[in-house]
């Protein structure tokens, strides 16, 4: 069964700071992609970025990026420049094969608090 | 990009009701969505993933008969909580994907609905 990580429950950041959100992921199968999502406190899911696990490439969108590091199944979002708007839930998830009926997966979440 | 809507976005209702919550896909058509619940301060829990013209299939420990899905299109899922009590009230999400062309990276998710049973 497929699990994800989060071990950070929260974290305060300094604006224009860069921050790391750990997220690790437990699966047996070879083909899986993993996901970040944004919650802000209106409760909508914003998707941030996308890695495949077939990527050689760590995923980036703008001032996103993804860590990814297969070895030791780990796939950390990585916020450069951080801004208060970014203050969120931040959601971890992955899915397992690329069929449409598969699942997504979410981790426990890390509240990400910028101070101005 | 994609749009998911919700209705309704919230919704009061007392106990014994039952409630129904619309998915729609606007831009694309989604042959899969995906229900989830979100009690506060806690992740999204996957309820069933609803599959367009057949039955949902129900995540364990989730009581299909108390959930109750109905993908009629491919554009449209539907949400019923039978007989709602005040142990229901959560956040309900539903999600999408767009598997047009064959990519399937992103999931779309609705804005949710908060339910409150009184």
Redesign the interface.
């Known amino acids: 069964a497929q699990k994800i990580t989060q071990t950070q429950p929260g974290m305060f950041v300094q604006e224009k700071e860069a921050v790391t959100l750990d997220c690790t992921y437990d699966t047996s199968d070879q083909s899986y992609?993993l996901?970040w999502?944004k919650q802000p406190s209106?409760?909508?899911?914003i998707?941030l970025i996308?890695q495949?696990s077939y990527d050689e490439q760590n995923a980036t969108e703008g001032r996103y990026s993804l860590n990814f590091q297969k070895a030791r199944k780990s796939a950390n979002l990585v916020i450069s420049a951080s801004q208060l708007g970014d203050s969120a839930m931040y959601?971890c998830a992955m899915?397992e094969a690329?069929s449409?009926?598969s699942?997504?997966?979410?981790?426990?979440?890390t509240r990400l608090s910028i101070r101005p | 990009g994609a749009v998911v809507s919700q209705h309704p976005s919230r919704v009061i209702c007392k106990s014994g009701t039952s409630v129904k919550i619309e998915c729609r896909s606007l831009d694309f058509q989604a042959t899969t969505m995906f229900w989830y619940r979100q009690f506060p301060k806690q992740s999204l829990m996957l309820m069933a993933t609803s599959n367009e013209g057949s039955k949902a299939t129900y995540e364990q420990g989730v009581e299909k008969d108390k959930f109750l899905i109905n993908h009629a299109s491919l554009t449209l899922s539907t949400l019923t909580v039978t007989s709602a009590h005040p142990e229901d009230s959560s956040f309900y999400i539903c999600s999408a994907r767009d598997i047009s062309g064959g990519a399937i990276k992103t999931q779309y998710f609705g804005p949710g609905t908060r339910l409150l049973v009184l």
């Open positions: 992609g996901f999502y209106s409760g909508e899911m998707f996308y495949g959601f899915r690329y449409s009926a699942k997504i997966i979410f981790g426990s979440g």
